[in-house]
């Protein structure tokens, strides 16, 4: 029996150190690339700028440009997404039992990667810094470049079509009931890896899709 499964990134396969200060490591970029950071940045920073529809991500960098146009600032040659990008550099640890995992649920159908993520080549560089290798997954998707965040149904949809199956049959492996666990309300299977570690995985999938 063939079925396609799905995994989350970030706090699922991988753990990858983020900025402290997400709004301090963005102004220190923007100011590497000659950008005028307005003396509210942090207030610019945290206030919300594009009225995006329910459930759309908003990448990073348009937000970045319409907090400094808030402020009458500029940030020409593409200043934003390249100081957002920079920022959000990251360095990565693949967790225990992720590449046997990802490989064990390869054995069932095609393999898919979803994750929320608003800073653009974040996932790309992630999986390149990982012990994961990129084929070994059928479709990565990303919320920035899908435009809809989990637990959007959208989200969950644009993964299952590149998979080629139906969202109600996809199995969904990811870290928060609250997020991935939305798979459910699709009419889909999530697995947790607080209550299933990835090392326990395989099993479970033998288990799932014997069912």
Request: proline share 8%; glycine share 8%.
């Amino acid at each position: 029996m063939s079925v396609a499964i799905a995994f989350d990134l970030f706090g699922t396969l991988v753990d990858a150190e983020r900025p402290a200060d997400p709004a301090g490591a963005v102004a220190n970029e923007l100011r590497e690339r000659g950008v005028e950071v307005p003396v509210d940045w942090q207030t610019a920073y945290s206030e919300p700028h594009i009225d995006a529809p329910e459930g759309a991500e908003v990448p990073l960098p348009a937000h970045v440009s319409a907090a400094l146009a808030s402020r009458e600032v500029r940030a020409p040659n593409n200043a934003a997404r390249r100081a957002v990008v920079a920022a959000f550099d990251p360095t990565v640890e693949t967790r225990s039992g992720a590449k046997a995992a990802v490989a064990a649920a390869g054995e069932y159908g095609p393999v898919g990667l979803l994750s929320n993520c608003s800073v653009p080549e974040l996932v790309g560089r992630t999986l390149i810094r990982s012990e994961l290798s990129r084929d070994a997954f059928d479709a990565v998707v990303s919320s920035v470049g899908c435009g809809w965040r989990k637990p959007d149904r959208r989200a969950f949809e644009t993964v299952a079509d590149r998979l080629s199956t139906p969202v109600d049959d996809l199995i969904y492996i990811g870290d928060s009931p609250a997020i991935d666990g939305a798979i459910e309300d699709c009419g889909g299977t999530f697995i947790s890896v607080e209550q299933c570690p990835l090392s326990e995985l395989p099993a479970r999938l033998e288990t799932e899709v014997s069912e």
